[in-house]
């Protein structure tokens, strides 16, 4: 176990549907992220928090609202989404965001949009 | 702009085979980071091994060893004496010493089966 959870780890909703993904860290870190993993795609980096604020949105749709508490929490709350977001979203953290710390990922939600 | 190339999409080897994971890399940047991370059925991302453009020391962890070349902008992954549980999928990725953590930029992943 890396120290990340999330939760759900699976989720099944319909595109009218609000739902949202939570992850935790008992790492101690001060940077959280999300990222979008699909078939035969590499990583894609979707938000980035460092020290409860967001620095990276990259080129995201707004039917994905990220939301992070403090530094051990982040959500990802979703609406309106389409079966195209259907994928694996993993959340990570680092000690800080920017530098060369290696991120820590949690077990991902496989998300199903039908 | 940056680019990680992992050309083996699958491969499969025997049990107590050793396999050799490739990883090209492209950048502009004189100072990066290399990682190697390991992600099993179960999802997450395991961390493996981070390298520095300036250590090109090869290193060896247990039946894990990497072969960092920035001549040929390629640092490959050898398990030895591979294991069933090493079955899993692969991904090297590079990163910006500097800048945002936009710049961590992962391959497309190498699926590794170790048959028994």
């Known amino acids: 176990e890396t120290g990340v959870t999330q939760t759900p780890r699976h989720l099944v909703m319909g595109m009218t549907n609000k739902k949202s993904l939570k992850c935790e860290q008992h790492?101690?870190?001060?940077?959280m992220y999300w990222y979008k993993q699909s078939a035969k795609k590499p990583l894609e980096l979707m938000f980035v928090y460092n020290f409860k604020e967001q620095t990276e949105n990259n080129s995201v749709p707004s039917r994905f609202s990220p939301e992070c508490p403090n530094s051990s929490h982040l959500f990802l709350h979703l609406h309106t989404l389409q079966p195209e977001d259907s994928a694996l979203y993993l959340c990570?953290?680092?000690?800080?965001?920017?530098?060369?710390?290696?991120?820590?990922f949690g077990p991902g939600t496989r998300l199903t949009v039908t | 702009a940056q680019k990680v190339t992992q050309a083996q999409t699958e491969i499969s080897v025997v049990e107590k085979e050793d396999v050799t994971l490739d990883c090209v890399y492209e950048?502009?940047?004189?100072?990066?980071?290399l990682f190697w991370y390991k992600q099993p059925p179960s999802g997450e991302l395991v961390f493996l091994i981070r390298r520095n453009s300036f250590d090109e020391q090869n290193e060896i962890s247990g039946r894990y060893s990497w072969n960092f070349q920035k001549s040929t902008s390629s640092f490959n992954f050898t398990i030895t004496a591979s294991q069933v549980v090493d079955s899993a999928v692969y991904f090297c990725?590079?990163?910006?010493?500097?800048?945002?953590?936009?710049?961590?930029?992962f391959g497309s992943g190498t699926q590794l089966t170790v048959l028994p």
């Open positions: 790492l101690g870190h001060n940077a």
């Open positions: 990570a953290s680092s000690q800080v965001a920017g530098l060369s710390y290696e991120q820590y």
């Open positions: 990725a590079l990163r910006r010493s500097g800048g945002s953590a936009r710049q961590l930029t």
């Open positions: 950048t502009r940047d004189t100072t990066y980071y």
